[in-house]
């Protein structure tokens, strides 16, 4: 019980903060990742764990449509972002600082060809050749992971001043590395 009322606390916590009488009603959209005025939904969360990270993916692809991508299909308009956490694995009510994300980066407009994530048009990274793209600062929280749901809040800040936020609820592709 006291778990629970840790969850929603915090689920609380961060929905009052993140709201006020002047936001748009885009911006308490879940599984949506905002860039300044942008809105770009994410339909599918993909986490990784390797041997000293996890890796943490969301995008407007369906499931079955990344499925489909692993047999060679070719996918165009494609918005992914993928942050690379420098722990074994996700942990529900931990959140990670930008000290925390080794790589971190949200490009859209791609295609993925044979099975691998190209062009694009970039909206912010950890590091990378246009400064005012690059965050300096924010966190990823992880609300909720089991085994069949995660709960993300992301919060960015770009150099150029620009604020990144997002939410993503429902359930993601899990693919295991540590074995290989």
Known sequence: MKHLKTITFVFLTIL????????????????????????????????QPSLNSVYLGLTNST??????SFSGTTLNNVDYFSARINHFDLAPGETYDLDDISN???IVNGDVINSEFENGFSQFYKSG?????????????????????ITLFLEFE???????????????????????
Do not use: P, W
Not at 34 to 41: I, K, L, Q, T, Y
Not at 158 to 180: E, H, K, P, Q
């Open 129 to 149: 050749s246009n400064a005012d793209l690059e965050v300096t600062s924010g966190h990823i929280t992880v609300i909720d992971y089991s085994v069949d749901n």
């Open 104 to 106: 971190l980066e949200f």
């Open 16 to 47: 009052l903060t993140s709201c006020s009488s002047d936001d748009d009603s885009n911006s308490s959209e879940t599984n949506f990742i905002h860039v300044g005025d942008a809105s770009f939904e994410m339909k599918t969360a993909v986490v």
């Open 158 to 180: 770009r150099a150029d001043g620009v604020l990144v936020s997002g939410t993503y609820n429902g359930s993601f592709i899990y693919l295991d590395d540590t074995n290989n």
């Open 63 to 68: 499931e079955a449509e990344i499925n489909a």
